[in-house]
């Protein structure tokens, strides 16, 4: 008899778990047409609140950019040509830092890396020292 109420107690606990554990894996309802057909609310200002002024998007960045200059406009033609070749002589780059249109300072820039990838023991070229 005990044997028999055991299994009748195990029958009615899986009936009552099994609706339970079948709502597990089932997704959430989804309200996403209830969201799209709301329409958007402008918000209101409460009567008390002080009156509101609209701001004017205005640049108040007062550094003005200066243009900048290539090397050729900078120290003429005939010095940035020569600053050209001795960067065409000791830079590596395959792209053109030693171009006469770029800012002296580009150039004289790509000759000092170049000049700094020599090792102690190495010679450099004599535009290095130039």
Known sequence: MRGLASLAMLSAALLLATPLLSACGEPAPEKTAEVASAPAQTPVMPEDAPPQEEAEATITDSVVPTPVKSCAEDIGAAASAKLVQRCI??????????????????IQGEIDRSCAMYGPGETKPAECAA
């Open 89 to 106: 002589a000791v830079s590596p780059a395959t792209h053109p830092p030693c171009n006469a249109q770029n800012e002296c300072a580009a």
